[in-house]
C-alpha cells in the first residue's frame, strides 16, 4: 500500500448510512481492514442522520484523512425524493477503476475481498458485476444467522441469470467498473432501490460472475431500513406501489435494450409481483398456477408455512401469537 498521496485509486468503497450509529464502526472498520496490494478509497454518504452517526463518520475521517472520504447532509435527500443516494451523491465523486458496495449497516467479512475480486475483474475485462455469498444476520430479539447463497458454486453469470434470478445478491457482495455508472439509465433513477438496476446495467453491458464464498455480512431487520420503514403503515398498498414501480422499471429496461432481454426482465417483473402477494399473503395470487414456477422456488420451509396458514389460519395465528407473544 502507498501512503495515501498516490491518486491512482483502483477502488471505490460506496458506503450510504442513515442512523446507522450503532453499526458505522463495525463497517468503516471493515473497510479499513481490506489487505490489497492497490489503493482505495471509502466514499460515505450520511444522510442527515439524527444520531451519532455522523459524528462516529468525522472521527474516523479525521483519523483516515487519505482514505474516507465523507459527505455529510444537513438535510434528508431521501425525504427529498431522492430515492438513490448512491447515483446522486457517490458515484460522481468516485475515483476508483472499480466501485464496491456496502451500506453502512452490513460489513465486510473478510480482509482479502477487495483484492479478490478486483483480480478477478482486471483478469476479465468484460466482467461486469463480481458477486459473492454473504452471511446474514437476523436482527430482532436474539440475533441469528444464515446464508445469502444465490448459487450452490462459483460460477459465471450470463446477463439472463442476473436479470432473472430466483434469489437476490447482498448489496455488500457488488463490485463492478466504475465505467457501468458513467450515465445513468432513467431505470437506474426511476428504482425504489439501488442494487436492482444496477445488475441490469451490468447484465446489459457484459456477464457476471459468482464466487461461493462469504466474504461479508447483510443485517436484516435493523430498525429504520428502508425493508423496516416499508412494513410501517399500509403495508399492502406499499407492496403494491413497489411492484407498480418495479414494473416500469423493468419496461425501461427492456426498451434501454432493444428487446434483447425480453423475456428476462418480463419473468423478473412477475417475480416481483408474486413476491409481493407472497409478503401480503394474498393466497389467491399466491397459489395462482400461472406463478407456480415462482412458487416452487420458494424454500419449502415458506411453502410449508403458507400452506400451514392458508388451509387452518385460526390454528395458524393461535399459534404464531402464543410464540411471539402479541395479542
Not at 444467522?145 to 462459483?154: C, H, I, V
Not at 448489496?171 to 441490469?200: H, I, N
Amino acid at each position: 500500500m502507498t501512503d495515501g498521496s498516490n491518486r491512482n485509486i483502483m477502488a471505490s468503497i460506496n458506503c450510504v448510512t442513515y442512523n446507522h450509529g450503532a453499526f458505522i464502526r463495525q463497517a468503516l472498520d471493515s473497510f479499513l481492514m481490506q489487505k490489497t496490494d492497490f489503493e482505495y478509497e471509502i466514499l460515505v454518504h450520511d444522510d442527515a442522520s439524527t444520531d451519532k452517526t455522523s459524528d462516529i463518520i468525522r472521527e474516523y475521517a479525521a483519523k483516515y484523512p487519505d482514505k474516507i472520504r465523507p459527505l455529510i447532509q444537513t438535510e434528508n435527500q431521501y425525504s427529498q425524493g431522492i430515492d438513490n443516494i448512491s447515483g446522486a451523491f457517490n458515484f460522481p465523486r468516485a475515483r476508483g477503476k472499480y466501485i464496491f458496495m456496502c451500506d453502512g449497516d452490513d460489513y465486510f467479512d473478510s480482509p482479502d475481498k477487495l483484492q479478490k475480486q478486483v483480480d478477478y475483474m482486471e483478469s476479465h475485462p468484460d466482467c461486469n458485476l463480481c458477486i459473492h455469498s454473504a452471511r446474514i444476520q437476523l436482527m430482532g430479539k436474539a440475533v441469528a444467522e444464515r446464508q445469502m447463497r444465490p448459487y450452490r458454486k462459483t460460477a459465471v453469470l450470463t446477463p439472463e441469470e442476473i436479470i432473472d434470478k430466483a434469489s437476490g445478491y447482498a448489496m455488500s457482495s457488488m463490485a463492478f467498473p466504475a465505467r457501468l455508472v458513467t450515465d445513468l439509465p432513467d431505470y437506474y433513477t426511476d428504482c425504489p432501490v439501488g442494487d436492482t438496476p444496477l445488475q441490469l446495467m451490468a447484465a446489459a453491458n457484459g456477464y457476471g460472475y459468482y464466487m461461493d464464498e462469504p466474504m461479508s455480512v447483510y443485517r436484516v431487520g435493523v430498525v429504520g431500513s428502508w425493508t423496516a420503514e416499508g412494513k410501517k403503515g399500509n403495508y399492502a398498498g406499499k407492496q403494491q406501489a413497489y411492484y407498480e414501480r418495479m414494473k416500469v422499471v423493468y419496461e425501461e429496461f427492456d426498451k434501454a435494450t432493444g428487446g434483447r432481454f425480453k423475456a428476462a426482465a418480463m419473468s423478473a417483473s412477475n417475480r416481483t409481483y408474486f413476491q409481493t402477494k407472497v409478503n401480503t399473503r394474498d393466497f389467491k395470487e399466491i397459489l395462482n398456477p400461472a406463478f407456480r414456477r415462482y412458487y416452487k422456488e420458494l424454500s419449502p420451509l415458506t411453502r410449508f408455512f403458507i400452506q400451514f396458514e392458508y388451509r387452518t389460519p385460526g390454528l395458524y395465528n393461535l399459534l404464531r401469537r402464543s410464540f411471539t407473544g402479541s395479542r
